[in-house]
C-alpha cells in the first residue's frame, strides 16, 4: 500500500470537494451564476417549484439573507399551487413555529396534503403526529399507515 506524501486527502473519481459556503449577498446580484440561472429557469418553466426552491433559498440562508418570514410566504405560495416539498416545509415551519404562528392543526394538514402526494417526509411526520393526536385525531391506524408508506421509500 503507498502512502501519500501529503497528509492532505485527494478528491479521486467519486468524491466531491468541500465547498466553501455562499456569502450573504443577494442572488440576483450574481452570487452563484449556476444556481441563479437555474432558478430563474425553474421559475419560468415551473413557477411553483421555483417558489418552492427560492424558499428554501431564504429559510438556509443560501445566497440571500436568512429570513424565515420571507421562506414561509414563499411556501405559502408553492403550497397553494400544490407543490408537496413545500406544502411539507410549511408544515415544519407550523409546526415549530417558525416564520410563522405555531399551529400544528395547520401542520397536520398541511402534512396530509404532502403525504398523499407520496412526500416520504411528510408521511414519516404525518405517521409521528398520529399516535399522540398532535394537529390530527388520534389514530393508530392511519399512524400505521404512514410508517408503511414512509418505510416503502426509505424514510424510516
Do not use: W
Not at 42 to 56: A, E, I
Not at 86 to 101: D, T, W
Request: hydrophobic share 35%; glycine share 12%; net charge positive.
Amino acid at each position: 500500500m503507498r502512502l501519500l506524501a501529503s497528509s492532505a486527502v485527494r478528491p479521486t473519481r467519486g468524491m466531491r470537494r468541500p465547498r466553501a459556503p455562499l456569502p450573504s449577498a443577494t442572488i440576483s446580484a450574481g452570487v452563484c451564476p449556476r444556481t441563479t440561472t437555474r432558478l430563474r429557469a425553474s421559475t419560468v418553466t415551473r413557477p411553483s417549484r421555483g417558489t418552492c426552491l427560492s424558499g428554501m433559498f431564504h429559510a438556509h440562508g443560501m445566497g440571500v439573507p436568512q429570513d424565515v418570514g420571507e421562506a414561509a410566504r414563499l411556501y405559502r405560495l408553492a403550497a397553494d399551487q400544490g407543490v408537496s416539498r413545500a406544502q411539507g416545509n410549511l408544515a415544519v415551519f407550523h409546526e415549530q413555529g417558525k416564520g410563522v404562528p405555531q399551529d400544528v392543526g395547520e401542520a397536520g394538514l398541511l402534512y396530509r396534503l404532502a403525504a398523499d402526494q407520496g412526500n416520504a417526509y411528510a408521511q414519516g411526520n404525518l405517521a409521528l403526529m398520529y399516535p399522540f393526536g398532535r394537529g390530527v385525531p388520534r389514530d393508530e391506524v392511519e399512524a400505521t399507515r404512514y410508517y408503511r408508506l414512509a418505510a416503502e421509500q426509505g424514510n424510516v
